[in-house]
């Protein structure tokens, strides 16, 4: 298998040969495709939207590879992309189903329940349910720490806030998830 050489692949992605940046372009969808996928289908729940929104986040990062000024890493890049294509997409479902801010949560929880790739026994479910009852961005924060034990210094290249709030937000997401479980129903 080929090492992943984030240098490399941005400079043959940015090179003049059409066959370098097809290459170098398979390259950092095989390295970044499961990576993102999971961070995707923790926003949006469902195989098929999370597919769909991945290759939406591949094609935009292809067409704009040139406008890419590497002031960031270029996995910083690709998951802001990726955030971003999932926000737009779960504002445009609530939209289209005329689903205020404080339903969301109900709708997809709805829909994780009925997806034929959830098979989550109760505990499982009552902790979706409490990552769903979490606002927006403190479920990113808590997904990108807890699900993927990513450093805070990457979550705050990534979502543009400092360490010390992504701390404090982690830190209630965990005691509003370990209230919501313990509660007695």
Same mark, same amino acid.
Do not use: C
């Given at each position: 298998m080929e090492m992943y050489n984030e240098e490399e692949v941005l400079s043959l992605l940015k090179s003049k040969d059409e066959g370098q940046n097809k290459k170098a372009f398979g390259r950092l969808v095989s390295f970044y495709s499961e990576k993102l996928y999971w961070q995707i289908r923790k926003m949006v729940l469902s195989h098929d939207d999370a597919n769909d929104l991945l290759?939406?986040?591949? *094609? =935009?990062?292809?067409?704009?590879?040139? %406008?890419?000024?590497?002031?960031?890493?270029?996995?910083?890049?690709?998951?802001?992309?990726?955030?971003?294509?999932?926000?737009?997409?779960?504002?445009?479902?609530?939209?289209?189903?005329?689903?205020?801010l404080d339903d969301s949560d109900v709708f997809l929880l709805d829909r994780l329940q009925s997806s034929d790739y959830f098979d989550?026994?109760?505990?499982? *479910? =009552?902790?979706?349910?409490?990552?769903? %009852?979490?606002?927006?961005?403190?479920?990113l924060v808590f997904n990108m720490r807890y699900f993927d034990e990513m450093p805070y210094e990457k979550i705050a290249d990534i979502s543009g806030t400092s360490i010390g709030a992504l701390k404090a937000s982690y830190h209630h997401a965990m005691k509003k998830i370990r209230a919501f479980i313990l509660e007695e129903d």
């Amino acid at each position: 298998m080929e090492m992943y050489n984030e240098e490399e692949v941005l400079s043959l992605l940015k090179s003049k040969d059409e066959g370098q940046n097809k290459k170098a372009f398979g390259r950092l969808v095989s390295f970044y495709s499961e990576k993102l996928y999971w961070q995707i289908r923790k926003m949006v729940l469902s195989h098929d939207d999370a597919n769909d929104l991945l290759q939406n986040t591949f *094609i =935009k990062a292809w067409t704009s590879i040139h %406008l890419f000024r590497g002031e960031a890493k270029l996995s910083t890049w690709l998951y802001k992309i990726a955030i971003n294509e999932s926000i737009t997409f779960l504002n445009r479902q609530r939209s289209m189903n005329n689903i205020s801010l404080d339903d969301s949560d109900v709708f997809l929880l709805d829909r994780l329940q009925s997806s034929d790739y959830f098979d989550g026994d109760a505990l499982q *479910i =009552k902790f979706q349910k409490a990552l769903l %009852l979490l606002p927006a961005k403190q479920r990113l924060v808590f997904n990108m720490r807890y699900f993927d034990e990513m450093p805070y210094e990457k979550i705050a290249d990534i979502s543009g806030t400092s360490i010390g709030a992504l701390k404090a937000s982690y830190h209630h997401a965990m005691k509003k998830i370990r209230a919501f479980i313990l509660e007695e129903d």
